[in-house]
C-alpha cells in the first residue's frame, strides 16, 4: 500500500542552524511530490513541489528539497531557520491519476526553535 | 486573487448536537476537498468533489457525516450527531482540476470542539 513516513515527530533547532527534515514515501513508481507548511490556528500552504527534472526543488521561504529515488526520500532543508519556521511540516505524496490526484499525508514533524 | 474561505474558524457544541460548515474555493477552482485533520495527525480526506459531483466520499462516515456542493463552487460540510471523537481541524481545499494543477489551496480551517 502507498504510504508516507516522517520520522521525527518533533525537532528542536537553534534560530540560525540548518535544518533537514526527513520523508520517506513507499510507491511503485515516482510519485508527485510536496511538502506543506502549517503555522498555528493556520491551513496548510504549499513550500514546494517535485514533478519531474531536476531532483533539487527549491520552494518559498528559503526551502529546499531533494528527491533520491534509490532511497525514496524527498528530504526538506533550510540553511538557516528563523524563529518564524516554527510550524508543523507535512510531506505528501500524490500517486496521480491513479487516485483521483489524491494527496497521501505524513503524519507531520512539529518544529521547534531555540532562541 | 482570494484564498479558499471558510467558517466558521472555531465551533463547540455538545455531543449529539447537529454542526455546519461551509467553504468558498478560489474561484474557476473545478475540485474541492474535505478534510479532517486531528491533533498530531496529517489531514485524513473525507469528500472530493469534481465540480457538483462526488468524485471519492469512501472515507466519509456517512452514518453521520454529509457534504454537498450545488452548482459547483461552495460546499457545506455537515456532522449529525456529533460525537466527541469528531473533534478536529475541518480543512477544506481547491485545486484547479485533477491533473492540471495538482496543487491544493488550503483554508484556514474550522477547529471543533465536542464537548
Known amino acids: 500500500a502507498q504510504s508516507v513516513t516522517q520520522p521525527d515527530i518533533h525537532i528542536t533547532v537553534s534560530e540560525g542552524a540548518s535544518l533537514e527534515l526527513r520523508c520517506n514515501y513507499s510507491y511503485g513508481a515516482t510519485p508527485y511530490l510536496f511538502w506543506y507548511v502549517q503555522s498555528p490556528g493556520q491551513g496548510l500552504q504549499l513550500l514546494l513541489k517535485?514533478?519531474?527534472?531536476d531532483t533539487l526543488v527549491q520552494g518559498i521561504k528559503g526551502f529546499e528539497a531533494e528527491f533520491k529515488r534509490s532511497q525514496s526520500s524527498f528530504n526538506l532543508r533550510k540553511p538557516s531557520v528563523h524563529w518564524s519556521d516554527a510550524a508543523e511540516y507535512f510531506c505528501?505524496?500524490?500517486?496521480?491519476?491513479?487516485?483521483?490526484?489524491?494527496?497521501?499525508w505524513g503524519a507531520g514533524t512539529k518544529l521547534i526553535i531555540k532562541p | 486573487e482570494a484564498g479558499v474561505a471558510q467558517s466558521p474558524r472555531y465551533k463547540i457544541i455538545e455531543k449529539r448536537q447537529s454542526v455546519a460548515f461551509w467553504c468558498n474555493p478560489i474561484s474557476g477552482h473545478a475540485t474541492l476537498y474535505w478534510y479532517q485533520q486531528i491533533l498530531g495527525q496529517g489531514p485524513k480526506l473525507l469528500i472530493q468533489?469534481?465540480?457538483?459531483?462526488?468524485?471519492?466520499d469512501s472515507q466519509l462516515p456517512k452514518d453521520r457525516f454529509s457534504a454537498e456542493r450545488l452548482k459547483g463552487v461552495d460546499s457545506t460540510l455537515k456532522i449529525q450527531p456529533a460525537k466527541l471523537e469528531d473533534s478536529a481541524v475541518y480543512l477544506c481545499?481547491?485545486?484547479?482540476?485533477?491533473?492540471?494543477?495538482?496543487?491544493?489551496?488550503f483554508g484556514p480551517g474550522t477547529r471543533l470542539t465536542v464537548t
Open positions: 481545499a481547491s485545486s484547479l482540476a485533477p491533473g492540471q494543477a495538482y496543487e491544493q489551496y
Open positions: 505528501a505524496v500524490g500517486p496521480g491519476m491513479d487516485s483521483n490526484y489524491q494527496l497521501i
Open positions: 468533489f469534481q465540480n457538483n459531483g462526488v468524485v471519492d
Open positions: 517535485y514533478f519531474s527534472g
